[in-house]
Structure formats: C-alpha cells, structure tokens
C-alpha cells in the first residue's frame, strides 16, 4: 500500500511542471523533437511543417506555442541526450517525437533505436507531456529484412505506450521527384503543406482550445 502511495505521489510530481504551466493562463507548448524533415533543412524556417502547424492550430482557435527543437542530422541518441533539458526548459504539454531516419540511414541496430525511442516517450510521459511518435520510412535498398523491421518499430511503440501515431511525414509527395530539394530527400517549401495536410488529422487530435 505504501509503495502504490509513493508512486502515486512521483507520479504527480512528474506532471506537475507541464500542468502548472497550462494552468497559469499560458498557451500549451509543443515540444517537436525531430531530424532535418522537421528542422526545415535548406528551406526558410518559416516555410517548413513546422511554423505553418504553428499557424494552422492559431488560425483554428486551438491554443499552442509550438518549439521547434529539431536538428539536421539528428539521431535517436542525439535526440534522448537533449530531450531532459529541453523538458525543464519549456515544460511541454505535447511532446512530438520525429527520430530514427539518421538512425535507419546510418544503418544502425534496430534494437538500439528502439530503446531510445522507448526512452524518449518515457522521459515525456513522466514529465506530464502527451505523446505522438511518427512513423518512419527507409528507401528499399536496405533490404527487405531491415527496412521492415525498421517501419514496424513505430507502430510497436506507439501501440505498446498507447500514443499517437502519425503518419509518415514524406507519404503524400513521396512519388513526386519535383516535390524534393535537389538532394531527393528534403521537401520543397511549396511541398510543406502537403506534409502537413498528411499529419494534420493525428496531431489536431492532441490540441485543446
């Protein structure tokens, strides 16, 4: 009885940070931790999915200062050893984790990787914040038995934590060579809305008015 009471009491505590700050007349904040996809690589931050989910949720009525903490390149590991500041700096609502493309392109283990992802949730969770995970994709040249079991680790996670699951960010112009950067892999400014009209209908679910 007494531990089920201390656990309980650390559990409160945990969330207690993200629930003062929505409470105090303050907008919610929307912590993105994300790779160059959500960093807006070689484009204007102002034209990447990011700053027009920003707008998106305004122009709708839904109250959210959405951080944008993504960095090209960025690894699960990079990822997990920055999120802990980043929770005690802006003490999210909504945590949005997009992880593991560096991961998958780098080639490297797939367990590894999906023990940072469960880290990263876990820190979330424990701070109060709601969770989303996005799924992820490799190109087929990995080979069948990696890639799959790459693209199956975000649902694992996200139906094992109970999150949302949001749908690959590149699913909508993925066919369509003209909607890339020259490098093939990073969007056009003219293609951001696209992304986020793809991602809209999951993440609306986790916003408040």
Same mark, same amino acid.
Request: aromatic residues 6%; hydrophobic residues 45%.
């Given at each position: 009885?007494?531990?089920?009471f201390l656990f309980c009491v650390l559990l409160l505590g945990c969330a207690i940070p993200a629930l003062a700050t929505a409470a105090d007349g303050k907008p919610p904040v929307w912590l993105v931790l994300g790779d160059s996809l959500s960093a807006a690589y070689g484009i204007p931050q102002?034209?990447?999915? /990011?700053a027009l989910l920003q707008q998106r949720l305004s122009d709708r009525g839904y109250r959210a200062q959405v951080i944008n903490a993504s960095v090209s390149g960025e690894t699960t590991s990079g990822g997990l050893a920055r999120l802990p500041a980043l929770l005690a700096r802006h003490q999210p609502q909504v945590v949005l984790i997009e992880l593991g493309g560096n991961d998958g392109l780098r080639a490297l283990p797939i367990k590894i990787m999906r023990q940072n992802l469960q880290? #990263? /949730?876990? #820190?979330?969770?424990?701070?109060?914040?709601? &969770?989303?995970?996005?799924q992820m994709q490799l190109p087929p040249n990995y080979g069948p038995t990696y890639v799959? %079991?790459?693209?199956?680790?975000?649902?694992? #996670?996200?139906?094992?934590n109970d999150i949302a699951l949001v749908p690959f960010l590149l699913a909508p112009i993925a066919t369509d060579r003209d909607a890339f950067q020259a490098d093939?892999?990073?969007?056009?400014? &003219?293609?951001?809305?696209? /992304?986020?009209?793809a991602i809209?209908?999951? #993440? %609306?679910?986790?916003a408040t008015r």
């Amino acid at each position: 009885m007494l531990k089920r009471f201390l656990f309980c009491v650390l559990l409160l505590g945990c969330a207690i940070p993200a629930l003062a700050t929505a409470a105090d007349g303050k907008p919610p904040v929307w912590l993105v931790l994300g790779d160059s996809l959500s960093a807006a690589y070689g484009i204007p931050q102002s034209q990447g999915w /990011v700053a027009l989910l920003q707008q998106r949720l305004s122009d709708r009525g839904y109250r959210a200062q959405v951080i944008n903490a993504s960095v090209s390149g960025e690894t699960t590991s990079g990822g997990l050893a920055r999120l802990p500041a980043l929770l005690a700096r802006h003490q999210p609502q909504v945590v949005l984790i997009e992880l593991g493309g560096n991961d998958g392109l780098r080639a490297l283990p797939i367990k590894i990787m999906r023990q940072n992802l469960q880290r #990263l /949730v876990d #820190l979330s969770r424990q701070a109060g914040a709601r &969770t989303a995970i996005f799924q992820m994709q490799l190109p087929p040249n990995y080979g069948p038995t990696y890639v799959t %079991e790459f693209a199956d680790s975000y649902p694992l #996670l996200a139906k094992r934590n109970d999150i949302a699951l949001v749908p690959f960010l590149l699913a909508p112009i993925a066919t369509d060579r003209d909607a890339f950067q020259a490098d093939g892999i990073h969007p056009l400014a &003219t293609s951001e809305p696209k /992304v986020l009209d793809a991602i809209w209908p999951a #993440l %609306e679910k986790l916003a408040t008015r």
